[in-house]
């Protein structure tokens, strides 16, 4: 069974840093991508960026791009999004998604991980 | 960067009714590359449809998908109890993957 097993629930103050993490099993971990999806509260979904931990090749949505960091741990199937300095801006709903490879769209989700920034 | 309008924002009907729900495209695109999904609170998004038209693995034949070009539509045939939820339409343009703002289909 494909299961993606998102880190829990985070509380941070803005300029903190952060990685969560997604464990991957029941599938190859290096033949498939990971997206991550933001939902701020209330709001719709939006794509932040997709590793191929494979061979690390990694995207960005640009407005994404340089404000968080995507990596992935394949000895242990765990993907990761990371901050260097929170903002309040940066709370929401993350997701990762799994992405065949050669396919557009996300078939498995990760259950999400509530990040909130707050002072 | 192509933009995803789905509407109604909100539709309001009942158990064993029809819902058609839109998806345009600011540009023309790939069937290939448009998909659907549905959110319920509190959960994490599900595939829908694939390929405009095509139903994941597990989704029941009342769900359908169509079109081409810049409109389609996911189509629920009869509308269950479980199927009030946020429906998503998403796309892939080689670089971005882009979602629609969303359509609710809420209970009447």
């Known amino acids: 069974e494909v299961q993606l097993v998102q880190s829990g629930a985070e509380v941070k103050k803005p300029g903190e840093s952060l990685k969560i993490s997604c464990k991957s099993s029941g599938y190859s971990f290096t033949s498939y991508w990971i997206g991550w999806v933001r939902q701020m509260p209330g709001k719709g979904l939006e794509w932040m960026g997709i590793?191929?931990?494979?061979?690390?090749?990694?995207r960005y949505r640009p407005s994404f791009q340089g404000q968080v960091t995507i990596s992935a741990d394949k000895s242990i199937s765990t993907a990761y999004l990371q901050w260097s300095s929170l903002k309040a801006s940066d709370t929401a709903m993350y997701y990762c998604a799994r992405k065949p490879d050669s396919i557009s769209y996300f078939d498995y989700w990760g259950q999400g991980t509530l990040v909130t920034v707050s002072s | 960067e192509i933009v995803l309008t789905q509407s109604p924002g909100t539709l309001s009907l009942s158990p064993g009714e029809r819902a058609t729900l839109s998806c345009r495209a600011s540009q023309s695109v790939s069937s290939s590359y448009l998909a659907w999904y549905q959110q319920k609170p509190g959960q994490a998004p599900r595939l829908l449809i694939y390929g405009a038209s095509s139903r994941a693995t597990g989704i029941p034949d009342r769900f359908s998908g169509s079109g081409s070009g810049t409109d389609f539509t996911l189509t629920i045939s009869r509308l269950e109890p479980e199927d009030f939820a946020v429906y998503y339409c998403q796309h892939y343009d080689g670089s971005l993957w882009t979602f629609g703002q969303g359509t609710k289909v809420e209970i009447k």
């Open positions: 590793i191929y931990p494979g061979d690390s090749d990694t």
